[in-house]
């Protein structure tokens, strides 16, 4: 059913359709509408047979779902930013015990400064942690991509991170095709867990491995990840099937047939890309776009076939590790090795700054004309720079926020942390 819906709401009443019997959260913006609107449904019981556990941190939120999968129940929760951090001990616990747990990330950006708006920042900091990632364009993707997640988890019994942009997506009130219960049950089918602690037949799980099975551990939750590629195009059929679409794939493609130069980005940048897209073809440029949605495991044989025949490859992030550069950017670079595409890392979006239609145009126009470097800061204030770079050369006191950057910091207010 058409519902005119903030994003929050429409993957609140998602979760619900799936039917958790456990949700266990600390409230961080920007996913906070997502769990208050659950535990709303649990307290009226409108969300039956289910369970809302109020804790004390985002820690106990995941070491709650642990334990709640490890019982046998289908478990949820939510978080963002340095609440991922906080609880990152047990996102690797939940991984490597191979429990089928399914996580919304509203995704934000990473202090400090303190910034309370979205990128990339803390989904790329537990990309290695052994979670499936997935990220959503729209906020019908969100939704579609909660439902399509407890199915995909409890099929490989391997954890399911969901990405949707904090406030661009969480916060947007929207246009979103909600399923009936009888879709959904018809599509997800009870939980039935492979491994679970029952005290008539008790078993130990997460015991001490030393470093004669160790490595095999670590094999088998890679090939777990790598199984879950053909899992992916398996359920999507399904899901398009019973609902009369395909929410995941491994990405989407946008006018890709004859172009020389492709965007690639993940999350809600991805509509930008193709409105420039739309732009630059007016003016007889051939660019396409490619908005990933799969990106742990990384597709890299199908991102292979679509890009191979592309000149330059601009992928725009939204996340930076410093020192290196962009996490994304280096994974198509290492699988496009054997191809021909020039790869550019163009850093954009970051702590909530607009991704815009006349930068991404900017980017594309410097990469026709051979002009575009291999990493890019899109729309850099180098006045600001060329201040903060002058200062923390000659002042003894200076720090990483100081002289310019500081200014703009106290200018703009005091930002609470959650």
Known sequence: MLEQIEGSQAVARAVGLSRPEVICAYPISPQTHIVEALSVAVKSGALEHCEFVNVESEFAALSVA???????????????????????????????????????????AIGAPINIWNDHSDAMAVRDAGWIQLFAETNQDAADLHIYAFRLAEQLSVPVMVN?????????????????????????????????????DPVSIGAMVGPEAFTEVRYLASLRQHEALSSI??????????????????????????????AVAMGSAVGTLKDAVDDMREQGVRVGALGLRTFRPFPADAIRSALSGSRSVLVFERAHSPGFGGQLSADIA????????????????????????????????????????????LDLDESLLKREVTELGTARRSSATGGAVAQIIESSGPQGAR
Not at 88 to 107: K, Q
Not at 189 to 199: C, F, K, N, Q, W
Not at 341 to 348: D, I, K, L, Q
């Open 334 to 377: 290492a699988t496009l090795r054997s191809v021909e595409p020039t790869v550019h890392s163009v850093v954009s979006g970051l702590g909530g700054r607009p991704v815009t239609r006349r930068s991404v145009a900017s980017a594309i126009q410097a990469s026709a004309k051979g002009e575009l470097g291999l990493e890019t800061f």
């Open 164 to 200: 949707m942009d904090g406030f661009i997506l969480t916060h947007a009130t929207e246009r979103v095709d909600l399923p009936s219960q009888e879709q959904v049950d018809a599509f997800l089918p009870p939980y039935a867990p492979r491994t679970y602690l029952d005290p008539a």
């Open 66 to 108: 642990i334990g709640a999968s490890a019982a046998g129940a289908r478990s949820y929760t939510a978080t963002a930013s340095q609440g991922l951090l906080y609880m990152i001990e047990a996102v690797y616990n939940a991984a490597g015990l191979g429990l089928p747990i399914v996580m919304t990330l509203a995704n934000r």
């Open 233 to 262: 195009e398996q359920i999507d059929e399904e899901f398009g099937e019973v609902f009369g679409r395909r929410p995941c794939g491994f990405f989407s493609s946008y006018r890709m047939e004859d172009a020389e130069i492709v």
